[in-house]
Structure formats: C-alpha cells, structure tokens
C-alpha cells in the first residue's frame, strides 16, 4: 500500500468515488423512468464524439461533454414529442456514435493508444482538470437532486399527477436528462465506455431488491456503487489488475449478494 | 341551473388523421353532478380525459374548466385526478408516506389519511399494496388538495368485488359534496352512480340520462 503515498492515486480514488456517488444517484430516477439504457447508449455514443475529438484536434473532455449533454437532450425531445420508444431512440445514439467512431478510425491510423484510454477507462490517470470537472458535475447533481427531491419523487411515481400538482415535469426531465450525461463521461475516465453504463444501472438495481422506501433506494445506491469502486480500486492496486473490471465486478458481486438475500428473506417469510 | 364545470364544444382529436378518434363532440359537465363516461376499448375514453386535464392538445374545438378556456385556466388545485393504476411506475419504490409528504405538508393531507383509512399504509411501498389499497391511495392523493372536481380513469379495474364495493362507496359520499367525473367500462357501475353519461365509441356520440339508457338496455336485452 505504499502506492497510496503517490497524489496521482488520490485524484484517481477520489474522483472515482464521487462519479460513483452521482452516477448511482442520477441511476435511481432513471431506472424507474425506464431510462436505464441511456447509460449504455450515451457511452457507446460517446466513442463517436471522442473519436472526432482527437482527429480534429479539439480537447476531448471538453468536446465530449458537449457531444453527450446534447445527444442526452436530443434523446429526451425525441421521446417527449415525437412520442418514439426510448429504448430505440436510445439505440439510434449508440449506432451512430458507434459507426462514427469505427469511419474516423479507419481513415486514421494514429488513433488507436488514445482510443484505447477510453475504450477502458485510466482512472488512475486523471488530471487536476479533470477532477475539477468530476467534482462540479457531482456537486450540481447532489445539488439537483437534493432542491427537487420531492418533485423528481412524484415524477417517478406518475408525471400526470405530477404535472396536475404543479411540478415542470419537461424542465426536470431535461434537466436529469443533461445532468445524467455529464455524469456518463466522467464514468468513461473512471471505467471507460464499455463499462460506463455500469454505474448508472448496476447500483439502483442492487438497491431495487432491498429497498424498502424511495430515499432507502437512493441511499443504498450510493453505497452499493461508492463500496464497489472503493473495492475495485484497492484490488486493481493489490492485485495489479486493471481498476474498470475491478470496479465494474466488484458491483456484479454486490449485486448477487443482495439478490441472494432477497431470495434467502423470502423463502423465510414463505417457509418460517 | 347549476354552473358547468366542463363544457367541451366542438371537439376533435385524432393521432391519426384519417381515424378521428374523437370527432366534433360536445358536452357539459354541471356543477354536483356524477357523471359517467361509457365505451367500449378503444373508443377514446382516456384520451378524452387527458384533453380535458390539458395532457393533449386538441385538433379543433375548445374545452373550458370552470369557465375558463383550457389553454389560461391555472386552478388545478380544484381539480382532482385519479389515473389507472397501471400507469404508476412499475419500478417506483416510494411508500405512501414519501408520497403524501411529496405533494403536500402533513397538516393539509391528515384529513384525508384518517378519512380514508390510510393510517396502517404509510409505512408500507406503493406497489407492494393490494390493487383496492392502491385505489385508495391513489384517490387520496388526488383529494389533498381538497378539489372541487375529481376525474377518475377505470377505478374498478382490476379489484375484486369487495375492493369494489369499498371504492364504489367512497366515490358516492364523495360525490355529494363533488362533481365526479368516471370514466369506465363497466356499464354497471356507471348505471349505478352516474346522473348523466356519455356513450363514446358509438355512431353518435351523445350524452344520455342513466335512467334512458338503463330503458334501452332493458329494450335491447327483451329484443335478444
């Protein structure tokens, strides 16, 4: 553990656990919004924008974040007013960015390492910059999540009630739409785009089978997800393997477990 | 005359336009009334109350809420919405408690949670509730903000007959002190309740006494 001497490690386990925190977060209303794909599609998508990124030469944090926040809020107008099934606009973004990406990297051919980072995640390669930007997005979504709680709640229940009750549903589901995007290109950095979408679904899925309110889901989704990386993260370091299959295995163990559980509760309350 | 509540004129509405699912209706809802709206899957019975709550927006016509046109009316707090209980999110994980405290503070909402016997419910996930419970929550909700309307989408669907008869009788003391609107398939328990109903679905949409159409049934079954 004397790795854990190194500053560079810190930025890495720090901006690890608070995308884990966010994203896990930010998963909960997704989940029973039945937007659990936008993870998987916004990070295959992604791969396109990344990949344009580095052929024109423009900082790719930057360029992606914008690529995402605005794939995110094409994805949600085309739901809302073209009333198309989210599940196929979701894979329009994921097909594209993906035919995007395979055309840059066919007509280049010096694209390859820099892909590679983000096909896989660094997590223990992330630059001050970087931090500060994992940092901001983790505030704005606690932020978020903390002011409208009660709103998001209710749009999660039924968003006619909602809109009866007063609640801007469109404005709050743009808002967790955009927010959850940039959330998504954090969680590239920390396990790349294959695994991404891990963090948006896994955590409020595991709490889904224990949970026994809606702020319970919300907490243990966050601990679900900040345990795993925290796990991963000392295991890739202790057995020299690579910190995104770490991360993302350690939430698939933590998910069996709980399901486990739930089954060994319910045969109690059956059999006992 | 009482004062109408709902008045519909002209109504039109399709998703597609050679299929006019509503075409050119016109009616009233007046103020106390318990009034039904009948027929068949499909006939646009749902639609029609997602115009009149401002969720769609009609082709041609103009609907007003307490005289007031649709597109400026801004009281919704007396209006109250009861939607199918399928529609709530199959993944919510909420209990009754979150939800009262989500739509409005504890003093304003204690009324109806003794009203409706909710008490023993509080602590427990909406969608581990048996379908009557639910109802109940469901109209709970829909009454916080003590409403002058109250519009329900197939109340009775799916409940067994006790969980009926619970609903059915807290619709009707409801309906003394407010004007109820139902949509539902169930011919019966609108024939019951309803003062005045409107037939969707049929060659001419029309709004009939109970009584007239309880006499047409009649006439219809001796013919069959």
């Known amino acids: 553990m004397i790795l854990l001497d190194y500053a560079f490690l810190w930025k890495g386990i720090l901006s690890g656990l608070l995308i884990s925190i966010s994203t896990s977060l930010m998963g909960v209303f997704l989940l029973m919004k039945r937007l659990s794909l936008l993870g998987a599609g916004l990070s295959h998508a992604a791969f396109g924008g ?12 930057v360029f992606t974040l914008f690529y995402m926040v605005m794939s995110g809020l094409t994805i949600q107008l085309l739901i809302e007013r073209k009333g198309l099934p989210a599940d ?34 660094s997590i223990l390669t992330v630059s001050d910059r970087e931090l500060l930007g994992v940092l901001l997005v983790s505030l704005l979504s606690l932020v978020f999540v903390f002011f409208y709680y009660r709103k998001l709640l209710l749009i999660s229940f039924n968003e006619e009630i909602a809109l009866l ?35 948006i679904a896994i955590p409020p899925m595991s709490a889904l089978l224990v949970s026994t309110s809606f702020l319970s889901t919300l907490v243990l989704s966050v601990l679900v997800s900040f345990l795993a990386t925290l796990m991963g993260i000392f295991l890739s370091l202790e057995l020299d393997i690579p910190p ?3 991360i993302v295995l350690c939430m698939v163990v933590m998910f069996l477990f709980l399901a486990f559980w739930r089954l060994l509760v319910n045969l109690r309350r059956r059999f006992l | 005359m009482p004062s109408e509540v709902i008045k519909v004129s002209n109504l039109t509405f399709y998703y597609r336009q050679e299929e006019p699912l509503i075409d050119n209706l016109s009616f009233s809802v007046f103020e106390g009334e318990f009034f039904g709206i009948l027929g068949p899957n499909g006939a646009g019975k749902t639609t029609l109350l997602r115009l009149i709550l401002g969720f769609l927006k009609p082709i041609k016509g103009r609907i007003e809420l307490f005289g007031q046109d649709l597109h400026t009316f801004k009281e919704w707090k007396r209006v109250g919405y009861v939607p199918q209980r399928f529609y709530v999110e199959r993944a919510f994980t909420g209990t009754v408690g979150e939800l009262f405290k989500a739509i409005a503070p504890k003093e304003k909402v204690g009324w109806i949670i003794a009203y409706l016997h909710l008490e023993d419910l509080l602590k427990k996930q909406f969608n581990k509730l048996s379908g009557g419970q639910q109802q109940r929550v469901l109209l709970a909700l829909a009454l916080t903000t003590n409403p002058d309307l109250l519009i329900l989408d197939e109340p009775l669907t799916g409940l067994d007959i006790h969980a009926q008869e619970h609903i059915e009788n807290i619709l009707r003391d409801i309906s003394k002190t407010k004007t109820v609107v139902v949509v539902s398939h169930d011919v019966s328990f609108v024939l019951r309740n309803a003062s005045r109903i409107l037939c969707l679905g049929m060659q001419e949409c029309q709004v009939v006494k109970a009584q007239e159409l ?11």
Not at chain 1, 92 to 119: C, D, E, K, M, R
């Open chain 1, 165 to 199: 009750r007063g609640v801007k549903v469109r404005t709050l589901n743009y808002l967790l739409i955009g927010i959850a995007s940039a959330n998504i290109v954090f969680a590239i950095k920390a396990v790349g785009l294959i695994l991404a979408s891990s963090f």
């Open chain 1, 50 to 61: 990344i990949a344009l990124a580095i052929l024109l030469g423009i900082d790719p944090m």
């Open chain 1, 244 to 246: 995104s299959g770490a």
């Open chain 2, 214 to 224: 309880k006499g047409m049934l009649k006439e219809l079954y001796k013919l069959h």
């Open chain 1, 88 to 121: 196929t606009v979701i894979s329009l973004f994921f097909s594209l960015g993906v035919a995007l990406a395979i055309i840059i990297l066919g007509i280049t051919q010096n694209l390859g390492s820099n892909i590679y980072s983000y096909l896989f995640g």
